[in-house]
């Protein structure tokens, strides 16, 4: 059942198609453009240089290395936010006494930026102003994340998970409650302990949340997290978390190399149509068994 | 009489820990932003509040000099990430409701070239088309304006995603009534659609006013006055390196600010907020 009209349906969409045009298809095509198209210094003649950009990039060490750093980012904050996010969740939704005000309270960092929860840790991390880096510091270990490249990376994931556990425990819960009380029940008459009712039932009918959650985890620790990096480390000391959002933005807006920094936007958006596509593949399957 | 054993209070212990590890960083930046700034530079922060609470936010509200720098006043950044956030989230909820009307209640040519159009904005997230999304602002001339900071961000796939679906469950005899009645496209749409769409635009309208105020980078890159700084990128340029000799006081009453708007629409809206985010993720 439709409504018939030639000229209303272009005019409803037209505001979005607008900004899709110019905010998004425009600059994401000048980014494919731009990635195999060599500038001179002063930006006025370019020359098609097929896949000399992505050369440089691919074959650069220090991309390499942003590579490998972004992969034990990416990797640990998943599996931290995810792992303790999973934990909190399975308790909080067990027959407990303040399950609401439990709830309540690990929900709220949802609200924080990355950038902000950055800030908080560095409060508290800080060698010189921090309670805990103090401490670290007089108990003989020689800490500062602004010098040592390894301590850098931990903050960063660690400021990065603290943050996404709120987002993972909502969607658990969700999860949790979905599934059926009976299962639960007929398992603990026949005798299952909390820990195999988990393993066995529990687990495995989250696994769409799960899989969901992993995607959606890669995404925030492959992007959103500039903000965290950004007000932490800078990327340093050295490039020890510099991840290749970061190097987008370091190499184009600070080194203004636009080939070069457009190569990696458009490698960087592979792996996100790629995430997404993986995504769907998954949804789809999930509704056909639904 | 059935004694508390010890393995029913572990759950408990486990989900304080939990809760304090989350509250623990917070904490500390209350009690802080109520000391001078000599107190937390020396690292010598007690964990109660001291004196100088209210003269800390007037001063940083106001915008006032610190010891070591003067910054934009809080008054000024609250304000823009406001106006951000809210033109984010009323304009992506504006243009993608009447984007899912339109493909929901029409059969037009080109409808699916469209929906596909609107859908691969999933996979450009502003992060990965940075610098020409950059570029194309600054041709338009929106370089440190509200347009510049708002518009390039509206487009969105999953709010268009999810008022679809929503739209798709209202039934066929409603509209054949409405049709029967004589309203057109136009009527329906205002009559019967936007009422029944209540509770989905509250829920998204929370999601999405958190996702505008949080912007980071693309905030950082359109800005360069003072007075159109947002709040969250105006913190850590308050804190450049981070040394100990800050104006700490001043970056912790600002932090507290920063936080506060967000975190007031998740706790007070938290139910909407929860199926806003359930619904429009899946």
Redesign the interface.
């Known amino acids: 059942?439709?409504?018939d009209?030639?000229l209303?349906?272009?005019l409803?969409?037209a505001?979005?198609?607008a900004?899709?045009?110019?905010?998004?298809?425009?600059?994401?095509a000048?980014?494919v453009w731009?990635s195999v198209h060599l500038q001179d210094a002063f930006g006025i003649r370019s020359e098609f240089v097929w896949f000399e950009n992505f050369e440089h990039v691919l074959t650069d060490p220090n991309y390499l290395d942003t590579l490998k750093v972004t992969v034990i980012f990416s990797v640990a904050v998943t599996v931290l936010s995810m792992g303790?996010a999973l934990?909190?969740a399975v308790?909080?939704d067990?027959k407990?006494?303040?399950a609401r005000a439990?709830k309540?309270?690990?929900?709220?960092?949802?609200?924080?930026?990355?950038?902000?929860a950055a800030?908080?840790?560095?409060?508290?991390f800080?060698p010189?102003?921090?309670?805990f880096g103090?401490a670290l510091r007089a108990l003989g270990y020689d800490w500062d994340y602004?010098l040592n490249g390894g301590q850098a990376l931990w903050m960063v994931i660690m400021a990065a998970s603290?943050k996404q556990?709120?987002?993972n425990f909502?969607?658990f819960l969700?999860g949790l409650q979905a599934i059926p009380r009976s299962v639960m029940e007929a398992a603990s008459i026949d005798g299952a302990g909390p820990v195999r009712r988990f393993w066995t039932i529990t687990f495995p009918l989250l696994s769409p949340t799960t899989f969901?959650l992993l995607v959606?985890d890669m995404?925030y620790a492959f992007?959103?997290t500039?903000?965290t990096i950004?007000?932490l480390t800078q990327g340093g000391p050295g490039k020890a978390t510099e991840t290749l959002?970061f190097r987008?933005?370091h190499d184009?807006?600070v080194n203004n190399d636009?080939g070069g920094?457009?190569a990696q936007?458009v490698i960087?958006?592979v792996i996100?149509?790629a995430l997404?596509a993986v995504q769907f593949r998954f949804i789809e399957r999930k509704v056909h068994y639904a | 009489m059935k004694q508390t054993r010890f393995i029913d209070v572990v759950p408990h212990i486990v989900l304080i820990v939990g809760v304090l590890i989350f509250a623990y960083p917070i904490y500390v930046t209350l009690i802080g932003s109520t000391w001078d700034s000599g107190t937390i530079g020396r690292g010598g922060l007690p964990l109660w509040p001291g004196g100088e609470g209210a003269a800390n936010y007037a001063q940083a509200w106001a915008g006032e000099a610190g010891a070591r720098a003067k910054y934009t006043p809080v008054r000024t950044m609250m304000l823009n990430s406001l106006i951000m956030a809210l033109a984010i989230a009323l304009g992506k909820i504006a243009i993608s409701i009447l984007s899912a009307y339109a493909v929901a209640f029409f059969r037009f040519p080109l409808r699916m070239a469209f929906f596909w159009l609107i859908f691969i904005t999933l996979m450009l997230p502003v992060e990965v088309r940075i610098i020409p999304t950059y570029k194309v602002v600054a041709d338009l001339g929106l370089i440190n304006t509200y347009a510049g900071l708002a518009i390039p961000l509206i487009a969105s796939a999953t709010a268009t995603l999810l008022f679809r679906q929503f739209f798709l469950t209202i039934p066929d005899e409603l509209l054949e009534a409405a049709k029967i009645d004589g309203a057109g496209p136009v009527r329906f749409f205002i009559d019967v659609v936007l009422p029944l769409s209540r509770t989905n635009i509250a829920a998204l309208f929370v999601i999405l006013f958190i996702y505008g105020w949080n912007q980071y980078l693309w905030p950082l890159l359109v800005t360069s006055s003072g007075d159109m700084e947002t709040i969250v990128t105006g913190i850590t340029k308050m804190i450049g390196t981070g040394e100990s000799a800050n104006d700490w006081n001043l970056i912790m009453a600002t932090t507290v600010l920063a936080m506060l708007p967000p975190v007031a629409v998740v706790v007070l809206m938290q139910r909407w907020f929860v199926k806003g985010l359930v619904d429009s993720e899946k």
């Open positions: 059942m439709t409504f009209s030639r209303l349906p272009y409803l969409l505001p979005q198609v900004v899709t045009l110019v905010f998004f298809i425009w600059p994401a000048q980014a731009q303790t934990l909190l308790l909080a067990s407990i006494k303040g439990y309540t309270l690990l929900i709220w960092p949802y609200a924080l930026a990355p950038a902000v800030v908080l840790w560095m409060f508290i800080n010189d102003i921090g309670s103090r602004r603290w556990v709120a987002y909502i969607f969700a969901f959606v995404v992007f959103e500039f903000g950004h007000a959002i987008v933005y184009g807006v636009l920094s457009s936007s960087l958006m996100v149509i997404t």
